[in-house]
C-alpha cells in the first residue's frame, strides 16, 4: 500500500509552555502550523473533552513527507494519566543529544548511542546519538499490544502493512507502507494495554476513494470503528473526510484523505508566532489559581 503515508502521532498535553520547548529547544523540531478551537471536535480529536482546545502540529518538516506531532491542549486539563500502551518515539539526531545535555534536561544512556529522555508528560522519546539523516529523523512510533499475531494480522492483513522485521525473541514486529517512512514497531508486553487517559492516536493518508473501502472492510471483519467516515471543518482551511479505527488493543487509528490533507498540513510559516500568541493569551492557569481551584487531572 504505496499509496497510503504514516504522518503524525497525537499527544495530549497540559502544560503546553514546557511541552514547546521540549519539542523545539530540546528536539530542535519546528512548529508547523497552531490552530485553535472554540468546541469539541466531532472525531473526538481531542478527546471527550466539548470546551476550547488546541492543537500545534510540530516536525522537523512538513507533513508530506516528514512524521510529525500533534500536540492537543484543552484549556480546562493540566495533566492526564499515562497507561502502557505508548512505549516510545525514536529520533535521530545527535543535536537533540546535544541540545538535552546543554539545557539540562533528563537524559539517560540506555545503550551505546540510544538516551532515553521524556517529554512533559511523561511520554517517552528514544534518541539515537547520530547525524540527522538527510530524509525524516523520526525513525518508528512504539506501541504495547497484547497479541503479537493478532496485531499483525491486524495492521498487515486488513491495513496493508508490510512487515519489515520480526523479532520473536523480543516479541517485536516492525512495519510500514514503505521503507522510506516512519516505521511502527508492535511490542508484545504479555498483558491487557491501558491506555488510561492519556491515550494517543496515529494518523496515516489515504487516497480519498479508499476510505469507504477501509470501513467496509473493517466492519467486515467485525472490528471496532470509533467514528465512522466524517467531514472534519478546520476554520479557513481544507475540509477533509476521516475514518477512526481501534485495532485490537484499542490503539487508535485515524485514516485521512491524503489529497484534502497535502493542503490542510500546508506549513503555516505564522505557525511559532501563533502558538506563542496563544500561550501568553492562556490565562487559565491564572483564573484556576484565582478561584482556590485547580484544572482538572483527566
Not at 480519498?208 to 476554520?235: G, H, W
Not at 475540509?239 to 500546508?266: M, N, Q, W, Y
Request: glycine share 8%; net charge negative.
Amino acid at each position: 500500500m504505496t499509496s497510503r503515508r504514516a504522518l503524525h502521532f497525537v499527544f495530549k498535553v497540559g502544560d503546553r509552555t514546557r511541552t514547546a520547548h521540549f519539542y523545539r529547544n530540546v528536539l530542535g523540531m519546528k512548529i508547523l502550523r497552531h490552530e485553535e478551537f472554540e468546541e469539541g471536535c466531532k472525531a473526538t480529536c481531542n478527546g471527550p473533552y466539548d470546551g476550547k482546545w488546541s492543537k500545534t502540529m510540530v516536525g522537523y518538516g512538513p507533513e508530506d513527507d516528514h512524521f510529525v506531532a500533534e500536540l492537543t491542549y484543552n484549556y480546562g486539563v493540566g495533566e492526564y494519566r499515562l497507561g502502557n500502551d505508548f512505549l516510545g518515539l525514536t529520533v535521530q539526531s545527535s543535536q537533540a543529544v546535544s541540545n538535552a545535555k546543554r539545557l539540562n534536561w533528563p537524559l539517560t544512556q540506555v545503550g551505546e548511542l540510544l538516551y532515553l529522555t521524556e517529554a512533559p508528560g511523561g511520554y517517552r522519546f528514544y534518541l539515537i546519538d547520530r547525524e540527522q539523516p538527510a530524509h525524516d529523523p523520526v525513525q518508528k512510533v512504539s506501541l504495547a499490544v497484547s497479541d503479537l499475531q493478532h496485531s499483525v494480522h491486524y495492521w498487515a492483513g486488513l491495513l496493508g502493512m508490510k512487515v519489515i522485521e520480526k523479532n520473536e525473541e523480543k516479541k517485536t514486529a516492525v512495519m510500514g507502507f514503505s521503507d522510506n517512512q516512519c516505521k511502527l514497531e508492535l511490542q508484545d508486553i504479555g498483558a491487557v494495554v491501558d491506555h488510561a487517559t492519556a491515550s494517543g492516536r496515529i494518523a496515516f493518508a489515504c487516497p480519498r476513494d479508499q476510505l469507504a473501502e477501509i470501513e467496509a472492510l473493517i466492519r467486515k471483519e467485525n472490528y471496532k470503528i470509533l467514528t465512522p467516515l466524517v467531514s472534519l471543518d478546520t476554520p479557513g482551511k481544507a475540509t477533509v473526510e476521516v475514518v477512526i479505527l481501534a485495532d485490537p488493543d484499542g490503539h487508535e487509528i485515524c485514516f485521512v484523505g491524503d489529497e484534502a490533507f497535502r493542503k490542510l498540513s500546508a506549513v503555516d510559516p505564522k505557525g511559532n508566532e501563533l502558538m506563542d500568541e496563544a500561550i501568553v493569551a492562556d490565562k487559565s492557569d491564572e483564573w484556576f489559581a484565582k478561584h482556590n481551584k485547580q484544572k482538572a487531572s483527566a
